[in-house]
Protein backbone atom coordinates (compact mmCIF):
# COMPACT_ATOMS: atom_id res chain seq x y z
CA UNK A 1 0.00 0.00 0.00
CA UNK A 2 1.53 3.29 -0.85
CA UNK A 3 2.44 5.81 1.80
CA UNK A 4 0.07 9.02 1.35
CA UNK A 5 1.57 12.55 1.96
CA UNK A 6 0.93 13.89 5.52
CA UNK A 7 -1.38 17.06 6.23
CA UNK A 8 -0.27 20.20 7.97
CA UNK A 9 -2.21 18.75 11.12
CA UNK A 10 -0.33 15.59 11.04
CA UNK A 11 3.06 17.05 10.25
CA UNK A 12 2.39 19.57 13.43
CA UNK A 13 1.15 16.34 15.20
CA UNK A 14 4.19 14.42 14.11
CA UNK A 15 6.16 17.22 15.71
CA UNK A 16 4.88 17.25 18.71
CA UNK A 17 4.86 13.58 19.41
CA UNK A 18 8.76 13.63 18.45
CA UNK A 19 9.01 16.68 20.92
CA UNK A 20 6.96 14.80 23.59
CA UNK A 21 9.71 11.38 23.02
CA UNK A 22 12.59 13.69 23.23
CA UNK A 23 13.62 13.42 19.84
CA UNK A 24 13.73 17.02 19.35
CA UNK A 25 14.33 19.47 21.66
CA UNK A 26 12.00 22.40 21.99
CA UNK A 27 14.00 24.65 20.69
CA UNK A 28 13.95 22.00 17.06
CA UNK A 29 10.86 21.73 17.66
CA UNK A 30 10.11 25.32 17.47
CA UNK A 31 11.96 25.34 14.44
CA UNK A 32 9.92 22.67 12.41
CA UNK A 33 6.85 24.37 13.32
CA UNK A 34 7.29 28.00 11.84
CA UNK A 35 8.64 26.31 8.41
CA UNK A 36 5.72 24.01 8.28
CA UNK A 37 3.64 27.32 9.08
CA UNK A 38 6.18 29.44 6.96
CA UNK A 39 6.03 26.36 3.64
CA UNK A 40 2.29 26.21 4.65
CA UNK A 41 1.95 30.34 3.56
CA UNK A 42 3.97 29.89 0.96
CA UNK A 43 1.98 27.26 -0.95
CA UNK A 44 -1.99 29.04 0.22
CA UNK A 45 -0.52 32.24 -1.70
CA UNK A 46 1.03 30.36 -4.94
CA UNK A 47 -2.64 29.04 -4.55
CA UNK A 48 -4.05 32.49 -4.60
CA UNK A 49 -5.61 32.00 -0.82
CA UNK A 50 -5.94 34.82 1.11
CA UNK A 51 -3.72 35.60 4.17
CA UNK A 52 -5.65 36.87 7.58
CA UNK A 53 -3.68 39.25 9.45
CA UNK A 54 -1.30 37.98 11.41
CA UNK A 55 0.60 36.61 8.35
CA UNK A 56 -0.78 32.65 8.59
CA UNK A 57 -2.84 30.91 6.17
CA UNK A 58 -6.21 29.90 7.34
CA UNK A 59 -6.82 26.41 8.21
CA UNK A 60 -9.16 24.24 6.91
CA UNK A 61 -12.36 24.97 8.78
CA UNK A 62 -13.20 21.10 8.63
CA UNK A 63 -11.13 18.43 9.57
CA UNK A 64 -12.35 15.10 8.09
CA UNK A 65 -11.18 16.44 4.54
CA UNK A 66 -7.98 15.99 5.52
CA UNK A 67 -8.52 12.31 6.73
CA UNK A 68 -7.50 9.26 4.42
CA UNK A 69 -10.69 7.48 3.47
CA UNK A 70 -8.90 4.54 5.04
CA UNK A 71 -8.31 5.84 8.67
CA UNK A 72 -10.01 3.79 11.53
CA UNK A 73 -11.79 6.95 12.79
CA UNK A 74 -13.86 6.95 9.40
CA UNK A 75 -14.88 3.70 10.51
CA UNK A 76 -16.03 4.75 13.76
CA UNK A 77 -17.40 8.26 13.95
CA UNK A 78 -20.50 9.04 11.68
CA UNK A 79 -19.71 11.42 8.50
CA UNK A 80 -21.78 13.95 10.42
CA UNK A 81 -19.64 13.71 13.42
CA UNK A 82 -16.49 14.20 11.31
CA UNK A 83 -17.70 17.01 9.88
CA UNK A 84 -18.24 19.37 12.94
CA UNK A 85 -14.92 18.57 14.09
CA UNK A 86 -12.44 21.55 12.81
CA UNK A 87 -8.55 21.13 12.32
CA UNK A 88 -7.96 21.58 16.18
CA UNK A 89 -10.20 19.05 17.15
CA UNK A 90 -8.66 17.10 14.70
CA UNK A 91 -5.04 17.31 15.30
CA UNK A 92 -6.04 16.77 19.32
CA UNK A 93 -8.05 13.64 18.45
CA UNK A 94 -5.68 12.39 16.46
CA UNK A 95 -3.26 12.38 19.09
CA UNK A 96 -5.13 11.04 21.63
CA UNK A 97 -6.33 8.11 18.77
CA UNK A 98 -2.87 7.41 17.95
CA UNK A 99 -1.63 6.56 21.81
CA UNK A 100 -5.21 5.59 23.18
CA UNK A 101 -3.27 2.76 25.47
CA UNK A 102 -2.23 5.19 27.63
CA UNK A 103 -3.04 8.62 28.71
CA UNK A 104 -1.58 11.66 27.09
CA UNK A 105 -0.07 14.45 28.85
CA UNK A 106 -1.47 18.26 29.11
CA UNK A 107 1.57 19.36 27.77
CA UNK A 108 1.78 16.93 24.87
CA UNK A 109 -1.55 18.04 24.12
CA UNK A 110 -0.97 21.85 24.13
CA UNK A 111 1.96 20.79 22.13
CA UNK A 112 -0.92 19.45 19.30
CA UNK A 113 -3.51 21.68 19.59
CA UNK A 114 -1.92 25.04 20.08
CA UNK A 115 1.59 26.29 18.16
CA UNK A 116 4.32 26.61 20.09
CA UNK A 117 2.29 24.60 22.86
CA UNK A 118 1.02 27.45 23.78
CA UNK A 119 -2.18 26.97 24.69
CA UNK A 120 -3.81 27.49 28.38
CA UNK A 121 -5.45 24.36 30.75
CA UNK A 122 -8.52 25.93 30.77
CA UNK A 123 -8.65 25.96 27.22
CA UNK A 124 -7.43 22.56 26.29
CA UNK A 125 -10.22 21.90 28.37
CA UNK A 126 -12.89 23.66 26.56
CA UNK A 127 -11.64 21.79 23.18
CA UNK A 128 -11.86 18.89 25.08
CA UNK A 129 -15.42 19.51 26.06
CA UNK A 130 -16.06 20.09 22.22
CA UNK A 131 -14.73 16.93 21.08
CA UNK A 132 -16.76 15.13 23.58
CA UNK A 133 -20.02 16.50 22.24
CA UNK A 134 -18.97 15.20 18.95
CA UNK A 135 -17.54 11.82 19.24
CA UNK A 136 -20.49 10.19 22.23
CA UNK A 137 -21.63 7.92 22.41
CA UNK A 138 -19.22 6.53 19.75
CA UNK A 139 -15.74 7.08 21.20
CA UNK A 140 -15.64 8.52 24.95
CA UNK A 141 -12.33 10.91 26.61
CA UNK A 142 -11.76 10.23 30.19
CA UNK A 143 -9.95 12.51 32.40
CA UNK A 144 -6.67 11.59 34.18
CA UNK A 145 -6.30 13.86 37.27
CA UNK A 146 -3.34 16.01 36.92
CA UNK A 147 -2.18 14.16 34.29
CA UNK A 148 -4.19 14.31 30.71
CA UNK A 149 -6.46 12.37 29.07
CA UNK A 150 -7.52 8.68 27.33
CA UNK A 151 -9.23 8.05 24.29
CA UNK A 152 -11.65 4.96 24.87
CA UNK A 153 -13.51 3.61 22.00
CA UNK A 154 -17.03 1.93 22.86
Not at 102 to 131: P, T
Amino acid sequence: MPLKHPNIGELMVAVSALKAAKVLSPESADVAYERIRSLSEEIALRCGFEINQDRRPPLVLSFHKDLSSEHPIRKLLPEANLKRLNQKHGRLLMLLFENRTRAVLHDELLAAGWEGGKGSLASLGQRIKEIRDRIEPHMEIETIKGQGFQLKIK
